[in-house]
């Protein structure tokens, strides 16, 4: 994956719903720098989603039924978890 | 002298790809037009995406009703600021405008014998005022997502050009003020592009981003707005803004104000069950307005929580841990996940939060901008970027997929006329405005040392918040003038690390700031000038006594605002009471 693609894939992590923006962030700054090739092709993927499909996956409120697609989803949604607010 | 710069030729220039853009797109692609649409992100994923309530057309499919109740609904919602003639126009078109979607494939949702299903939404009612009345159509509760992908397979259809990752940088004006299309740049390769055409059309949306809580996505950082104004447009009625008392503090994410209902508390950083002092029957199940005065009190008179003392707390800690689970399971989710907090164990930081804008680029109904008593020639605006004005001081529930449908299909006829009356050849490129855009580039590549984008951004923010938020006082928003202003030095000396050529997002992010600071500056100088208290826009300091009910002025008030960049001048417009053919709506007091 050269340089470009990455920077492309970071910029389509932004959506047009702000849940999702949040959500993604903190995947995007820690968990997307390690991802292999493979990796980065099923975020890739996951990002064609429609919006709100992929947020009720992140929320849990569906399931992908794409396997492979879900377990990088589970992966979004545990890298988020608690990371936004004031509280912090 | 920069180098030779690449025109690209069209008959229609858009800015901007959700609802207004798109089905400006596609009124002039039908027509035959040469179109290009330019979008910062791929269309279906922009922002018109996130409306969930509907879109409002006096059908009269479960019960009768007419596009005058409509109209008076949306003059009232308005608090008389909205300018009739658009208002009539929006109304009656509606009925036109969403069978049209239909058509397009639109999944609405139905009766039994086939027709569109309406539901009954806050403000809609029958007869005047009289009591409810069923006229949000929606598809689910995906009616902005729907109405994307509707209007985009469309747009395929009808062979529109769309440049996706493409940024707008600057309106290009000639020596005469016409508007020639505008600068823009493609993200790969950062290559600098002048988009040519007869008719520009902004559809950018809004600029909730100028605030630290807003329920915007990322992407809505108000670009058109900015451009209008560098290029000497001015922006109206800027102090307007739609608030929800309850966003997650930081977040932004809405919290249901049925979590109040269910016996949530507010509190502030003493524990204090504040809102007994502020409504002692009601308290915590107050108004809208209520809630969002008294929070905002409290945060401005130091009992904020929180290390900036900047939210209140919204308490649930006290309810049985089975009626969270059962009843608000949605809210413990978002709570844990964005503000980092169980609510059954600890209270979750709240804030008034911004939502939509009222204001924007002034326009007819026509979506023609119009300066001082001038159409600016070859220049449309539509949907939340764009003040018509229907949506005054305060806008109506699903008004707002309605504006982009009604005024983006205008905005396309009225640059169809336009296109077919201009002369066939483009003339010459008039490269003032290109080499000013070129050059505001050139000082962010060139800039070694100063502010951090980032630190800019969180400290317009943060004053917006503080300064110019849901409830304002007369010294804050004194204050917030001169703040604002000190911010606005910061943004003119951002650095940015990265100089790279592709997908730069530092770059981009940077040049999104420099048009929210545009939008930020407008709000708080607008917000300041206006001595009373109406819709959305609400003093401390209005009083609420007979000659100005609820704190409006109509002596005094009744105009539309004007803010110009050049020299933060303000000057006022009256307001159209007069609508195109139905009988005026008499100013009145607005209450419900």
Redesign the interface.
């Known amino acids: 994956m050269d ?2 693609e990455l ?2 894939i ?3 992590s ?10 993604l962030e903190r995947f995007v700054n820690e968990v997307l720098p390690t991802l292999n090739a493979q990796e980065l092709a099923v975020y890739e993927q996951i990002l064609l989603l ?3 499909d992929f947020l009720e996956y992140v ?1 849990g409120k569906s399931v992908c039924p794409d396997p492979e697609l879900a377990v990088m989803i589970a992966r979004i949604a545990a890298a ?9 | 002298m920069t180098k030779a710069i690449p025109v690209r030729k069209f008959d229609a220039i858009i800015v901007g790809a959700g609802g207004a853009g798109l089905r400006a797109a596609l009124q002039l692609s039908e027509a035959g037009m040469k179109t290009a649409v330019l979008s ?3 269309p ?7 409306a969930q309530g509907g879109v409002s057309a006096s059908l009269g499919n479960s019960e009768p009703d007419h596009w005058t109740w409509h109209m008076y609904d949306t003059v009232k919602g308005s608090d008389w600021l909205g300018d009739q003639d658009a208002i009539e126009f929006m109304c009656r078109e509606a009925p036109n405008v969403v069978i049209e979607l239909e058509h397009y494939g639109m999944p609405f949702d139905r009766n039994s014998d086939g027709t569109i299903y309406q539901r009954p939404f806050g403000g809609h009612m029958s007869n005047f005022g009289e009591k409810p009345v069923r006229r949000a159509c929606a598809a689910a509760d ?1 009616t902005g ?1 729907a109405m994307l992908h509707a209007l985009y397979q469309r747009n395929v259809r009808a062979n529109t050009q769309f440049f996706v ?1 493409w940024m707008a940088l600057d309106l290009i004006r000639d020596e005469k003020g016409n508007v020639q299309g505008v600068v823009a740049m493609e ?2 390769t950062s290559e600098i592009v002048i988009f040519q055409a007869k008719a520009t059309l902004f559809a950018t949306g809004g600029a909730g981003r100028i605030y630290s809580s ?6 809505n950082t108000g670009d058109g707005l900015g451009m209008a104004a560098r290029a000497g447009v001015p922006l109206e009625d800027m102090e307007f803004w739609q608030f929800h008392p309850t966003g ?6 809405l919290i249901t104000e049925g979590v109040r209902g269910e016996g949530g508390i507010l509190r502030n950083s003493d524990g204090e069950r504040f809102m007994e002092r502020y409504a002692p029957n009601a308290k915590d199940l107050a108004s809208r307005d209520v809630v969002s005065r008294a929070m905002v009190t409290e945060i401005n008179e130091g009992r904020g ?2 290390p ?1 003392k ?2 209140v707390l919204l308490d649930i800690t006290h309810l049985d841990p089975e009626v969270i689970m059962s009843k608000l399971p949605g809210i413990r ?1 978002i709570s ?6 169980d609510p059954i164990k ?1 209270p979750i ?1 709240v ?1 008034p939060t911004c939502h939509y804008q009222m204001g924007g680029i002034p326009t007819n109904y026509k979506g023609e901008v119009v300066v001082g008593a001038e159409i600016v020639k070859g220049f449309y605006a539509a949907g939340e970027c764009a003040c018509a004005s229907v949506h005054g001081a305060n806008r109506l529930g699903t008004n707002s997929l309605l504006d982009l449908l009604v005024f983006g299909k205008s905005s396309g006829n009225s640059m169809i006329d336009f296109i077919k009356s201009a002369p066939k050849d483009l003339p010459e490129v008039a490269m003032a405005d290109v080499e000013r855009s070129v050059a505001r580039v050139a000082r962010l590549d060139n800039q070694t040392n100063g502010t951090n984008v980032n630190d800019a951004r969180l400290a317009m923010q943060r004053t917006m918040q503080a300064h110019a938020g849901v409830f304002r006082f007369n010294d804050m928003l004194k204050e917030g003038v001169k703040k604002i202003l000190e911010v606005e030095q910061m943004v003119k000396t951002t650095m940015i690390a990265d100089k790279s050529k ?4 530092a770059r ?1 992010e940077a040049l999104e700031l420099e048009n929210l600071i545009e939008v930020a500056k407008a709000t708080m100088i607008s917000a300041e000038a206006r001595k009373e208290s109406r819709g959305a826009h609400v003093r401390d300091d209005a009083l609420d006594v007979p000659e100005t009910p609820n704190g409006r002025d109509d002596a005094n008030w009744l105009k539309h605002t004007l803010w110009h960049r050049e020299d933060n001048r303000l000057e006022y417009k009256p307001v159209n009471l007069q609508p195109l053919t139905a009988p005026s709506v008499a100013l009145k007091t607005r209450s419900y």
């Open positions: 340089e470009v920077k492309r970071i910029w389509r932004r959506r047009g719903l702000l849940e999702l923006d949040l959500q429609p919006d709100w929320n988020n978890a608690g990371s936004h607010g004031a509280a912090n | 910062k992100v791929f279906t994923r922009s922002h018109t995406v996130a995906r997502h990752e993200m790969e807003s329920t915007n996505a990322f992407i997650v503090a930081g977040a932004g994410v929580c929180g900036n900047d939210h989710e844990i996940k964005f503000a980092g907090v600890a930081p804030v592709t997908f730069n997002t981009l």
